[in-house]
């Protein structure tokens, strides 16, 4: 196994694990939410904490199926609203305070969601950019110079 690919399976493999830590974390204050342990804030009747883990269920499908015409779609349509509500959040929580969950302790959740799905989603426009542009079918039938570019 060359080096370039070594890379791209570690990148690959360190995104599935933080979209997993990402959905674990939701599921873990969703049921904090259910019991009533802790409480989300709520997006009309819907609790925020169910509509992040969704959204980093997405997420884990679409790593899962890497190569699926829709998985880049489903990927964003995980990490948007993962992200805007680690957004929003995050500022009310500096705004307001007292926001959203805690960690054990003390940090707000909201930040830590914010600073995981930007390196989710830093990591996979990183390794979607990099297999999209390494792939040597990409180039079949362009002229013979653009050929030269792609190791073979």
């Known amino acids: 196994m060359d ?6 399976l570690a990148l690959r493999v360190l995104l599935f694990a933080l979209m997993g830590l990402g959905w674990i974390g ?3 204050v969703s049921i904090d939410t259910i019991t009533g342990a802790d409480a989300c804030p709520e997006i009309g009747f819907v609790p925020a904490c169910y509509v992040v883990l969704l ?7 679409s790593a899962a199926l890497p190569r699926w015409r829709w998985g880049k779609w ?3 349509s995980g990490a948007t609203p993962v ?11 500096l705004l307001v305070g007292e926001t959203c969950p805690r960690s054990e302790s003390g940090v707000p959740l909201c930040y830590v969601s914010l600073a995981l799905v930007a390196v989710i989603v ?5 390794c979607s ?3 999209s542009f390494s792939n040597a079918r990409l180039f079949q039938g362009v002229n013979p110079p653009f050929r030269s570019w792609v190791r073979r």
């Open 129 to 131: 950019r990099k297999s």
């Open 74 to 76: 489903l990927f964003v």
């Open 3 to 8: 080096r370039t690919r070594s890379i791209s």
């Open 55 to 61: 959204g980093y269920s997405l997420m884990l499908v």
């Open 83 to 93: 992200a805007l509500l680690a957004v929003f959040g995050s500022v009310s929580e």
């Open 26 to 28: 939701g599921l873990l």
């Open 122 to 126: 830093a990591l996979y426009w990183r």
